[in-house]
């Protein structure tokens, strides 16, 4: 069956990094644009970033911009966000995604604090 299974997030201090990584099966993963989507707490849910399936055209979110960056790994099946320069804003449960299939994981918690 599909699988979306995200790792990575944790406690880091403002300013600090982390890099998020989401294990993909059970669908062409290659032949899919992936998004990463992220839910603060009491808020909706907020879109992040997107990469093509040949994870060659990738897009940010403002919020993000210049801090974050997504990859994929087509022969391993991998998505990544690495994630620097991080405020306590960017708190949130983080998801990785096939929006357009609806595929979605079960998040990872990344909280940012001193």
């Known amino acids: 069956q599909v699988q979306l299974v995200e790792s990575g997030g944790g406690l880091v201090q403002p300013g600090g990094s982390l890099r998020l990584s989401c294990a993909a099966s059970?669908?062409?993963?290659?032949?899919?644009?992936m998004h990463w989507v992220r839910q603060a707490p009491g808020k909706g849910l907020e879109w992040v970033s997107i990469?093509?399936?040949?994870?060659?055209?990738?897009n940010y979110s403002d919020a993000v911009k210049g801090r974050f960056t997504v990859s994929r790994d087509k022969a391993k099946n991998t998505l990544a966000l690495q994630m620097n320069s991080l405020k306590p804003e960017d708190t949130a449960v983080y998801y990785c995604a096939n929006w357009g299939a609806g595929y979605w994981g079960q998040g990872t918690q990344v909280t940012v604090s001193s």
């Open positions: 990469i093509s399936h040949e994870g060659d055209t990738t």
């Open positions: 059970g669908f062409a993963f290659n032949s899919y644009w």
